[in-house]
């Protein structure tokens, strides 16, 4: 009996497409202000872990990985 499980096609190392760079992109500016006011807001209260642990830039760029691919899985 042939095991196939062995060669199977992996499409996880797959280049994003355009229209996904195209929407990551947008998602990230949108978000960029809103995570700069909630960084800019918790900066009031320096015993916040969260606020030592990214900048706006690293936030808005999370949530943009976090929304786009709900996106497209829909």
Known sequence: ??????NQVSHSGR???IEYKLYFA???????P???VSWALGLA???DEEV?????????WHQASVITPLIFSA
């Open 1 to 6: 009996m042939t095991d196939f499980t062995t």
């Open 15 to 17: 280049n994003p497409g």
């Open 26 to 32: 947008i998602i990230f500016l949108i978000s960029l």
């Open 34 to 36: 809103w995570c700069f």
């Open 45 to 47: 209260r320096p015993d």
């Open 52 to 60: 030592a642990g990214k900048g706006f830039i690293g936030r808005a």
